[in-house]
């Protein structure tokens, strides 16, 4: 009998150990500590550049992902690609078309650009390589083909479209890219940004063809676009050296990988 009494005693304790711990469980308050982590809203005016794998801001800096690939036919496609088109005779300024021995590879450019671009005190010298991405994802280079050495011997290399590739494959532009002006958009639409975050427009505004002589010493002006109705620097693409910019960036460039 005392066996029985043992048992239900221990039983009891048992039961009220549990129904303990239960609801010691059901009064616990979760943490509110936890950051969620949230993506900070991108200008629709960067949804433009349609050419880009991703677009991500985190507040001070937009990122632009390409793979460096035209949208366009090219002479400099492999011949089983697609978007190969044979190309001959005549290319920018005039000049009888002269294909260069590279091809088109894929790359994994990465630019980086101030979300709020503000004038530079220094105007830094745009690089040889990428100076800037248009909005099909494909890099802007400047007026060199070397340090310091203009485009001359370059220019007849230029495809159907005004664009050529590097060494590495890298395809890109130096002046004006006929695909996005003639097809895509229009001559006085938004063609892209340079690392600095300025954007860069075509050859016309408000139905006037652009001139260097209505332009700043970093070939571009203040005025206002479609895009910045209150304002804003930009710079101009036409087929005049320095063709997109001139003597440095107007504002502090970011970077760009590849």
Do not use: W
């Not at 609801?23 to 993506?39: G, K, N």
């Not at 880009?52 to 390409?66: M, Q, R």
């Not at 088109?85 to 000049?95: A, Q």
């Not at 479209?161 to 958009?185: D, W």
């Amino acid at each position: 009998m005392k066996t029985k009494q043992i048992n239900h005693l221990l039983l009891a304790m048992f039961v009220a150990v549990i129904t303990s711990c239960s609801s010691e469980s059901d009064t616990t308050t979760p943490s509110t500590d936890i950051t969620v982590p949230s993506t900070s809203e991108i200008p629709a005016v960067y949804t433009k550049i349609y050419g880009a794998t991703s677009i991500t801001s985190d507040g001070t800096y937009i990122t632009i992902k390409s793979t460096g690939l035209p949208d366009h036919k090219s002479v400099y496609y492999p011949t089983t690609n697609a978007l190969y088109e044979n190309f001959s005779g005549t290319t920018f300024g005039g000049n009888t078309f002269k294909k260069n021995p590279n091809t088109i590879t894929a790359r994994t450019y990465t630019f980086k650009i101030p979300l709020n671009p503000v004038v530079s005190s220094t105007h830094a010298a745009t690089p040889l390589g990428a100076m800037g991405v248009a909005i099909n994802g494909i890099p802007l280079y400047n007026q060199y083909a070397a340090p310091n050495t203009p485009l001359t011997d370059e220019v007849i290399s230029f495809d159907q479209y005004r664009g050529h590739p590097t060494g590495t494959g890298s395809y890109h532009y130096h002046v004006e890219p006929l695909y996005l002006t003639n097809v895509k958009v229009t001559k006085s639409s938004l063609l892209g940004f340079l690392l600095d975050g300025f954007p860069v427009y075509g050859p016309e505004e408000n139905g006037k063809e652009v001139t260097n002589d209505m332009l700043d010493a970093y070939h571009g002006h203040t005025a206002v676009t479609a895009d910045y109705p209150n304002g804003i620097y930009h710079y101009h693409i036409n087929n005049t050296d320095p063709y997109i910019n001139g003597s440095g960036y107007y504002g502090t460039p970011g970077t760009v990988t590849q």
